[in-house]
């Protein structure tokens, strides 16, 4: 079966402007996750889904972060604005349930100058 | 928050050798997980081990969980150079078994 897909790569910006993720995760998985992982650290969870309702996003700094995921399939997570300290890798994850295993996209590294 | 915290830090060992890895959390879980990552990749899941589980195999691993210590630990046997990565654990619990990672445990294996 296909991975989780993540788009773009690689992102590079000046702080206080706007960037997106992309997310498709396994086909037929309920729970999407989105983790922010700085170097030298272990992956933060943003924010999870279960289909389009948002079962956890007490960690989402809900001040520049944002995230939805429409229809239940794809997700996209946005900052507005970045910050310095927002540079990271951006990892989406899906499971069939919050009860299974995560399988992890290749995510988007972000940096802002 | 019941995040893991893995011990040591970091390990390196020779290649042939067994690395034995711990992590402890603090709150009651419903499972914990093991991941692997690579340097510049994604994680990759190792193993799942459910509260009322006590050990579990796959292949040259071996993690084991002591609910009362708040403590698990990952066993690599017979290592490779390949084994070298970071490997993290995760742990699952709450009502909406949200999911916590520690800051990891780095594995060099040297040939």
């Known amino acids: 079966e296909a991975g989780v897909a993540q788009s773009p790569r690689y992102k590079i910006i000046e702080k206080r402007q706007s960037v997106a993720f992309w997310c498709n995760p396994i086909?037929?998985?309920?729970?999407l996750y989105w983790y922010q992982q700085i170097l030298g650290q272990g992956p933060k969870l943003l924010i999870q889904?279960?289909?389009?309702?948002?079962?956890?996003d007490s960690q989402l700094p809900k001040d520049r972060f944002s995230a939805e995921r429409l229809k239940g399939v794809d997700s996209t997570l946005k900052i507005q604005p970045a910050k310095l300290e927002d540079s990271a890798v951006y990892l989406c994850a899906s499971s069939r349930s919050s009860y299974n295993e995560q399988f992890f996209g290749p995510g988007t590294r972000l940096t802002v100058l | 928050s019941q995040q893991g915290e893995e011990d040591p830090q970091a390990l390196s060992i020779q290649e042939g050798e067994n690395a034995t890895m711990n992590c402890s959390y603090k709150t009651s879980i419903n499972n914990l997980q093991w991941y692997r990552q690579n340097s510049g990749r994604g994680l990759v899941h190792l193993i799942l081990?459910?509260?009322?589980?006590r050990e579990k195999h796959s292949g040259r691993l071996r993690v084991t969980l002591d609910t009362s210590k708040k403590s698990s630990s990952l066993l690599i046997t017979a290592s490779r150079a390949a084994d070298t990565a970071s490997y993290f654990c995760a742990t699952a619990g709450g009502v909406q078994n949200d999911m916590r990672f520690g800051a990891g445990t780095r594995l060099t294996v040297k040939p």
């Open positions: 086909s037929g998985h309920a729970t």
């Open positions: 889904f279960q289909n389009n309702g948002v079962v956890d």
């Open positions: 081990i459910r509260s009322n589980e």
